[in-house]
């Protein structure tokens, strides 16, 4: 994977070949000052709010200062405006990747924005927000120097879209490869018993609008299948280790072994059809993977024994706490 492949898969690359297959959005500039706010280590302090800020009462004798977010009032105005023409409510996103780690901090615990400070309180919760604007090209393959990143605030009209009808698939030398279930923690009963169908679907389409039209021949890219049948764009990600390969491994994926169609030739499917999987009972169901982003990274660290040195040092106080006893 290179740094060319990672950058023709940034919202604001694709969008425009694809714009009729995939949900009305609106793309902005994100201002340096708000990419810093963004990144600031300090108090999680929430800008962009449509009341006025609130003055801390005084102690004794000395005033207290007033805690007060940077406000950002032209920016505010553009995102407000436009959340407004996409009908007031957005899915929000920066130039590949959504805060889909923090969903469980928002009041409703969900994506679901309708005002600047509600995108700025799941950016800032956010690993994968941070991994966008520090590591975005982490596990590409060539020296280059990184280019020079424009970073884009991406609002998507809202949808309620089912999990169970969401899917990512797999291109290598522009041919379909794999399909594999998103939501692969649990298991549907309408896909085991439609896979046949939802795989045809997901290959029309493919041919129809998608192969040899996007920038590169390697790639991966997410469906939604709707209740009707109709198949709607998504996303666009990497071929490669930055891009969850789900229910397959990316040694499979790219050295082609074990990714034969699981189809008889009764079902009237073509031979090179792609791998399609998808969790077959729900005694293989899974914790959802956004779960450890809950906690502080120390405590994940700990609780799996990734890190050593913390484990020594959570001993070294327990023990230091009993001897005080």
Known sequence: MKKEHVLHCQFSAWYPLFRSLTIKS????????????????????????????TRSQPDSD????????????EFTTKVQEAINSLGGSVFPKLNWSAPRDAYWIAMNSSLKCKTLSDIFLLF?????????????????????PDPCME?????????????????????????????????YTQYYDHISKQKE?????????????????????????DIYRDSRGKVWLIDFNPFGEVTDSLLFTWE???????????????????QDSPAFRCTNSE????????????????????STGEDAHKLIDFLKLKRNQQEDE
Do not use: M
């Not at 291109?171 to 998103?182: D, F, M, P, T, Y």
């Open 124 to 144: 800032k919760s956010s690993d994968f927000i941070t991994r966008d604007f520090t590591q975005p090209f982490i596990h590409c393959t060539d020296d280059s």
């Open 283 to 302: 005694v293989t169901v899974q914790p959802s993977p956004y779960l450890s982003y809950r906690l502080p990274k120390d405590f994940v660290d700990l």
């Open 26 to 53: 609106v793309i902005l500039p994100l201002p340096q000052n708000v990419k810093d706010y963004l990144l600031d280590d300090g108090t999680l302090v929430v800008s962009g709010r449509e009341d006025p800020p």
């Open 62 to 73: 000395d005033e207290a200062e007033e805690i007060q977010a940077p406000e950002f009032p």
């Open 197 to 221: 169908d939802i795989c045809r679907c997901i290959q029309d389409f493919f041919k129809k609008h998608i192969q040899y039209k996007f920038l590169d021949e390697d790639f991966v890219f």
């Open 151 to 183: 970073y884009e605030l991406v609002l998507r009209k809202w949808c309620e879209l089912i999990p169970g009808a969401e899917f990512r698939c797999f291109v290598k030398e522009n041919k379909l490869i794999g399909i594999s279930q998103r939501d």
């Open 252 to 270: 499979e994926l790219i050295s082609g072994r074990n990714l034969k169609g699981d189809f008889s030739e009764g079902d009237a499917l073509e």
